[in-house]
Structures are given as structure tokens and as C-alpha cells.
């Protein structure tokens, strides 16, 4: 696989692109606790890191920039604008694509004013965006376009390793129309990882998962600072 997996992103050295999905920009402000959790600071600090490491041309949002459906809570919009100065501050050219929780997008980047680090009104915000031959989609509808390899978000990877659950990318070789697959975690740690350990194909909301058997857990080790690959998931979950 010709991508690096760090910290729920992927990055794409041949295309100098960094990948992250599903921020879900206001999950915190969503969740049923009185204090704030600080989504903010752990988005922003956390792709401000990766873009030191990488140095990308480019990041992309693979879809779910947003979490709530038909509002837009307090202090998305900031938290928006940070991440926007987040990555114009190291640089990079911003790519959102849509997913299936942006409904409130266009409402959000209208109302952003031009900044001298980012102006949202030139951030483009496709329902797929190909980079070299690979296709970023959210993953949640079939893609219109073909491609050697496509990286999606949407269904929130994790494996349960003795009884502790990890994000976890997922790599499937030649999984969709004969093109590689690789699924990224959530990057907002707010959001819960659904664990792949017993899930069949049936059991993805992504069309783009055909064979579960077939795809490969990959895990950051945070404490190691390491990459852990494990076999398929058909042959993994019978080691578990």
C-alpha cells in the first residue's frame, strides 16, 4: 500500500496529500455533558502535527466535516475557521469533500468571512475528488468516477484487541470495480469506532465494502509510534 497511516489520517507521499475524514465539527457541543471537551484544541493540534510531519500540498476532507444535520452549533464556525488557518498557516491547499452529515456546508462557508489565512469561499467542496489515480469520497454512495484506489470515511473503523477498541484504517487490494480501498477512522476521537471484528459486508453502511474478509486492519500505535498491520479480517478474527 503506497499511503502512510498516522493518527486516523492517511497520507498519500505520491500525491503529497494528507487524508482525514469525519471530523464531525460540533460532536462536541452535540454530546449530553455539561462541560465542553475540548474538540477544538484536539482537532486543530492534532492535524497541525500531522501537517509539521508530512509538509502535504494539499489536505482533504473525505465528508462529515460537520456533525449535526440541520444546524450549526455554537462555535462550529470557529473551530471551522482554526482548522481552515490550520492548514493555509503550514502551506497546504484545502479540499472538503461532502458527506452525508454536511448538509449544512454551504450555509456554514457563506457565512465565513475571507481571512488572511483561509478564505472559505474558495475551498472547494465536491461530492468526489480524484488526486492522481486516487478517488477521495466519503464512501457512504457509490462513486460516479472509477479509479485505481479509492479512500473513503463514513463507517468509523476500530478493532477490539482484549477487549480494547482501536482505530483502525482499513485496506482492502482491488476491493471496488478492481481499485484498492482504504477506509480511514474518524478523525474527532469524540466519535465512537464501530468495531469490524465480526462485521460482514452487509454490515458496512459503505457500498464500497463488497468482501470484509478481504480488508487488512492497519493501527497507529500511538505509545510505539509505529505502524501495526494486521492479516484480513477473514483470516484476523478467527486469531482473536
Known amino acids: 500500500m503506497d499511503a502512510q497511516f498516522r493518527d486516523r489520517a492517511v497520507y498519500l507521499p505520491a500525491e503529497e496529500t494528507l487524508v482525514v475524514a469525519d471530523l464531525h465539527v460540533g460532536r462536541d457541543a452535540s454530546s449530553a455533558v455539561e462541560l465542553p471537551l475540548g474538540e477544538r484544541a484536539d482537532l486543530t493540534d492534532r492535524l497541525?502535527?500531522?501537517?509539521?510531519?508530512?509538509?502535504p500540498?494539499?489536505?482533504?476532507?473525505?465528508?462529515?466535516?460537520?456533525?449535526?444535520?440541520?444546524r450549526i452549533p455554537e462555535g462550529v464556525a470557529e473551530t471551522v475557521a482554526a482548522l481552515g488557518g490550520t492548514?493555509?498557516?503550514?502551506?497546504?491547499?484545502?479540499?472538503?469533500?461532502?458527506?452525508n452529515h454536511d448538509s449544512m456546508?454551504?450555509?456554514?462557508?457563506?457565512?465565513?468571512?475571507?481571512?488572511?489565512?483561509?478564505?472559505w469561499a474558495s475551498v472547494p467542496t465536491p461530492e468526489e475528488y480524484r488526486v492522481g489515480d486516487t478517488l477521495v469520497v466519503h464512501g457512504h454512495a457509490a462513486p460516479d468516477e472509477r479509479a485505481d484506489r479509492y479512500v473513503v470515511g463514513h463507517d468509523h473503523p476500530a478493532i477490539e484487541i482484549e477487549g480494547t477498541r482501536h482505530p483502525c484504517l482499513l485496506y482492502g487490494p482491488e476491493a471496488y470495480r478492481g481499485g484498492d480501498v482504504v477506509m480511514v477512522p474518524a478523525f474527532n476521537r469524540l466519535a465512537p469506532g464501530v468495531a469490524v471484528n465480526g462485521m460482514s459486508a452487509r454490515d458496512f453502511q459503505s457500498p464500497l465494502v463488497r468482501d470484509a474478509?478481504?480488508?487488512?486492519?492497519?493501527?497507529?500505535?500511538?505509545?510505539?509510534?509505529?505502524?501495526?498491520?494486521?492479516?484480513?479480517l477473514g483470516e484476523f478474527r478467527r486469531m482473536l
Open 105 to 119: 456546508l454551504d450555509g456554514l462557508l457563506e457565512e465565513s468571512p475571507a481571512s488572511a489565512a483561509c478564505d
Open 213 to 232: 474478509d478481504a480488508f487488512r486492519p492497519v493501527v497507529w500505535d500511538s505509545d510505539g509510534e509505529e505502524v501495526l498491520s494486521f492479516p484480513p
Open 48 to 55: 497541525a502535527a500531522l501537517l509539521t510531519d508530512f509538509s
Open 87 to 99: 492548514v493555509a498557516d503550514a502551506g497546504a491547499e484545502l479540499v472538503v469533500v461532502r458527506g
Open 57 to 70: 500540498a494539499e489536505v482533504v476532507v473525505a465528508g462529515d466535516l460537520l456533525h449535526a444535520f440541520d
